[in-house]
C-alpha cells in the first residue's frame, strides 16, 4: 500500500522560508512523477508544482521563481522549498503521486496516492 506522508509545515512571516518534505512508501518512487498541491479556505485545491521522474518541472504562475519542486529518489522524498512566502500563500499542502512517469499536469485525475496534507500559516 502506497503512503505519502508530509511534514514540515507551519507559521512563518511573510518574506520567510519553509520546506516541505513528502515520504513515499510501498511504491516504486522513481518511477512516478509527484506534484504538491494547496487548498486554501474556501477555495478548490489548486497544483502548485509537480516534477517528473527524470526531473522535469512545472510551477503555478503564482509560485514561479519563489518556490523549488526537487525528489530524491534514493531517500523516496519529494520536496517544496518556499521562499519569499506571503499571506496568500496559506493553505493545507498535498503532495500527490501521478499515475505516470511524466504526469505533470493539473487535474487530479492523474494523481492516484496522496497524503494527508500539512497546514502552511503565513503571517503579514
Known amino acids: 500500500q502506497v503512503q505519502l506522508v508530509e511534514s514540515g509545515g507551519g507559521l512563518v512571516q511573510a518574506g520567510g522560508s519553509l520546506r516541505l518534505s513528502c515520504a513515499a512508501s510501498?511504491?516504486?518512487?522513481?518511477?512516478?512523477?509527484m506534484g504538491w498541491y494547496r487548498q486554501a479556505p474556501g477555495k478548490q485545491r489548486e497544483l502548485v508544482a509537480a516534477?517528473?521522474?527524470?526531473?522535469?518541472?512545472m510551477y503555478a504562475d503564482s509560485v514561479k521563481g519563489r518556490f523549488t519542486i526537487s525528489r530524491d529518489n534514493a531517500k523516496n522524498t519529494v520536496y517544496l522549498q518556499m521562499n519569499s512566502l506571503k499571506p496568500d500563500d496559506t493553505a493545507v499542502y498535498y503532495c500527490?503521486?501521478?499515475?505516470?512517469?511524466?504526469?505533470?499536469?493539473?487535474?487530479?485525475?492523474?494523481?492516484?496516492?496522496w497524503g494527508q496534507g500539512t497546514q502552511v500559516t503565513v503571517s503579514s
Open positions: 500527490a503521486q501521478a499515475i505516470s512517469a511524466d504526469y505533470i499536469y493539473a487535474p487530479e485525475g492523474g494523481y492516484e496516492y
Open positions: 516534477i517528473t521522474s527524470g526531473g522535469s518541472t
Open positions: 510501498g511504491s516504486i518512487f522513481s518511477a512516478n512523477a
